[in-house]
């Protein structure tokens, strides 16, 4: 699903040139869930920005499904970015103005879908992460968990095969953190969308898969390379069956 050669990423911060990812090298399969810890400032971000194609390697190859992601024009960038992946982030990104069905309903808007076929795709989605009943609220009128429900359903409305998290539990407490990682864990294995979530808490790593650890840039721990033998171990609260908006 995605495979990382080698990949440096340097800024430039006035007249030094600083190396955030100093040679970074590692596979994904499809339907993993992976989870990336280190601490603050060991280059997460940066990586999950990589491969989010959001931002380009300054050095090194990286590949998602088969295609070599580093050399393809912004535009093309932007369009497989939209196509293949989801993201969600500590602090939601919800637009303020729009309801959750509306804000759910965005990425459909840019993929040229129409109104109703949008509202129904999202209504699905709000009803599959439990937050039917709130699709008219605004993000304001929303506690974390719930909006950070909604931002999951955005990240996957347009059927990603790769769904980002950076930090999503970070700005919940404790038992709304882990109603909110029994989601993710719940959308990995029903739908099999491959999952990364870049994470502080230990708690948080230990329930996926797979950890990989960053420290000053280089991948110094992982602990479960792809192994394709190996079944996924089903959540319990897994259900089997076909994306939402497909039906
Ligand atoms: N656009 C940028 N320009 C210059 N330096 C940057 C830029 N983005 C990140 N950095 C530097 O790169 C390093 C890694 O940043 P990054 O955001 O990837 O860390 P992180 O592991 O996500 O940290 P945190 O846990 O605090 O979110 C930091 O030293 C940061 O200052
Ligand atoms: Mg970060």
């Known amino acids: 699903m995605i495979e990382l050669q080698d990949v440096r990423k340097t800024y430039r911060v006035g007249p030094v040139d600083v190396e955030v990812l100093k040679g970074v090298t590692f596979t994904i399969g499809a339907g993993e869930l992976v989870s990336i810890m280190g601490t603050s400032g060991s ?3 940066t990586l999950m920005n990589i491969v989010g194609l959001l931002d380009r390697p300054t050095a090194g190859a990286y590949r998602i499904d088969g295609q070599d992601a580093a050399s393809l024009s912004p535009d ?3 369009d497989l970015r939209n196509r293949k992946i989801g993201f969600v982030f500590q602090s939601f990104h919800l637009l303020p103005r729009l309801s ?4 759910v309903a965005l990425p459909l808007f840019y ?5 109703r076929a949008r509202r129904e795709q999202a209504m699905a989605w709000l009803d599959r992460v439990g937050m039917a ?3 008219h609220h605004r993000p304001n009128e929303l506690s974390g968990g719930q909006r950070q429900r909604v931002a999951i359903a955005r990240a ?7 769904l980002l998290a950076d930090e999503p539990t970070g700005a919940l407490d404790t038992r709304v953190g882990q109603e909110v990682l029994d989601l993710f864990r719940e959308m990995n294995a029903s739908l099999g969308v491959t999952t990364v979530i870049i994470t502080h808490d230990p708690g948080v790593a230990a329930q996926c898969r797979r950890r990989l650890l960053l420290r000053d840039g280089l991948l110094v721990g992982d602990d479960g390379a ?8 089903p959540h319990p609260a897994a259900k089997p069956v076909a994306h939402p908006a497909a039906a």
């Open 156 to 162: 996957l409305v347009g059927e990603p095969s790769l």
């Open 226 to 233: 792809f192994d394709k033998a190996r079944p996924a171990r």
């Open 76 to 78: 093309r960038q932007a």
């Open 133 to 135: 009943d709130r699709a």
């Open 111 to 115: 993929r040229r879908i129409g109104t």
């Open 43 to 45: 280059g997460k971000s």
């Open 100 to 103: 959750a069905l509306d804000n």
